[in-house]
């Protein structure tokens, strides 16, 4: 590999382009929101399910929810997400790293008080944890919509910052007689798991291997194995 | 499912288990570090690679980069890890979730200088990556160790919470014609990318589809293809 592909490659960049941070937000199947502690006790880091719609990042969650009370009391916020793409396996230890694609979002979130608006979030929650979903299932109540406090973040200072590519070792080290490569890696899914094992598995589920989130990858076996108890 | 069987899973919980945290923080790739900007300007929310030796969890990187300058300065700050498990699919939509496991933890990280500390630490770093990996490679040298800023925090103050199990729907909900259950994720590896195709996959490449983390879970397509540039 010559110096000039290794500058071509860009292994490490930052990126304002709007579609690429769209993208990782709607990849990412939660997020990270830090805010300072209503006590003054210091600043905490919550993961939150997220959806988005345009150019607003919508949260969401019980109201007595101590993260959508403080975020949502108009304080500075900041959320990232993150994928994960890669090992990078270098031939010196110092040059290990990771390839991944992240984005982090700077603003003030306000509270979803219009009840239509609050509708639409919520059936953003529902499809981005899976697409399809929200049309095949029970609709929220009006009780329901009262029970969810919703937080919209506008994502005007938002940037993405990632790495791809090879490892990038020192030339003293490229004939040393180690491997070095990428071993990637990416979110799957796992054989389904019914409650109700009457009913057909809806499109949704069954769309899910196309969904560019886990674009072809099944498994047979998934992390923690949930026991039927249907 | 009766209402006792759904006390019985407890599908929300926290817990303050030494060893559910550890294997939380061991099985993810990275970690979310909130801290309170400088300037002043609000809270920062940024991704980075850890490792944990004992109840200690370890942040590196570049001695410029703003976040180890500012965490090292002894502020407080908070550091999240989430793992994903499953996309909990209810019959309304109100009930949809994530199945995860998380730990958040407090503390005021401080700067490791001395030499065999700071050794031992990035050698867990590239453990971290990849189990086995840190003794194939070139190690760390003198001039290494001094370009990479190594942060300490102490986990004393730090707590799991995790989401496991199938939806929890209405009572009311579950004679609907809906179907409903989880659709487990989990991370997998892909094909490797070699960048020295001469050389034989090492060790700790070969056994990255026993590793917990990975167990069993491979997959032909990467998120990201990575074209292989030896």
Chains 1, 2 share one sequence.
Not at 119 to 124: E, V
Not at 196 to 225: I, K, N, Y
């Amino acid at each position: 590999m010559s110096e000039r592909t290794r500058l071509r490659r860009l292994p490490e960049r930052g990126s304002h382009d709007w579609p690429v941070i769209a993208a990782i937000l709607d990849e990412a199947l939660v997020c990270h929101v830090a805010f300072a502690a209503a006590d003054g006790a210091g600043p905490v880091v919550i993961p939150t399910a997220h959806a988005r719609a345009g150019r607003v990042l919508y949260l969401h969650g019980a109201p007595a929810s101590r993260m959508l009370r403080t975020v949502g009391g108009g304080v500075d916020v900041c959320v990232a997400v993150t994928l994960l793409d890669g090992l990078v396996l270098a031939r010196s230890l110092f040059h290990h790293s990771l390839n991944y694609r992240s984005v982090v979002a700077f603003g003030r979130a306000t509270e979803v008080v219009d009840l239509d608006e609050k509708r639409r979030a919520l059936l953003a929650f529902a499809e981005h944890v899976l697409r399809g979903r929200a049309a095949e299932v029970r609709e929220p109540s009006a009780g329901e919509l009262k029970a969810t406090r919703v937080l919209a973040l506008d994502l005007s200072d938002a940037s993405a910052k990632l790495r791809t590519g090879p490892p990038v070792d020192d030339e003293d080290d490229l004939d040393l007689p180690v491997w070095a490569g990428v071993l990637p890696v990416a979110l799957g899914i796992g054989p389904v798991v019914a409650e109700t094992p009457r009913l057909a598995v809806p499109v949704s589920v069954r769309q899910a291997a196309c969904d560019p989130r886990f674009a072809g990858r099944r498994f047979e076996d998934a992390a923690t194995p949930v026991e039927n108890s249907a």
